[in-house]
């Protein structure tokens, strides 16, 4: 069984900066993808930020140049370090981490249970 502790959400002014943590624990697993989602109010979740384990990253467009995804992989936790932060970056943001379970080989993909960012005008 994998799972994942967020940390970091908040409230703050446009402007600002927040920097979100997701920390995997699990036994006998080989975390591969890592990576941040959102989902606003009566919006889809969608990618905001994936890195690959061996360091590939790709951002959602509306994202790119203000967060940056970063991992520690001898801590199996993920990093958003999100800057220039406006009102519609605002959502829940839940972080995806995948896998290979180490005995038998079955993959496994988790979700975090998902932590608040408010950005005020």
């Known amino acids: 069984q994998v799972q994942l502790v967020e940390s970091g959400g908040g409230l703050v002014q446009a402007g600002g900066s927040l920097r979100l943590s997701c920390a995997a624990s699990?036994?006998?697993?080989?975390?591969?993808?890592m990576g941040w989602y959102r989902q606003a109010p009566g919006k889809q979740r969608e990618l905001v930020a994936a890195?690959?384990?061996?360091?590939?990253?790709n951002y959602a467009d509306s994202v790119k140049d203000r967060f940056t995804i970063s991992r520690d992989n001898a801590k199996n936790t993920v990093y958003l370090q999100m800057n220039i932060l406006k009102p519609e970056d605002t959502a829940v943001y839940y972080c995806?981490?995948?896998?290979?379970?180490?005995?038998?080989?079955?993959?496994?993909?988790?979700w975090g249970q998902g932590t608040q960012v408010t950005v005020s005008s």
């Open positions: 995806n981490v995948g896998g290979i379970r180490l005995w038998g080989g079955a993959t496994f993909d988790t």
């Open positions: 699990g036994n006998m697993v080989r975390i591969n993808r």
């Open positions: 890195i690959a384990g061996g360091g590939n990253t």
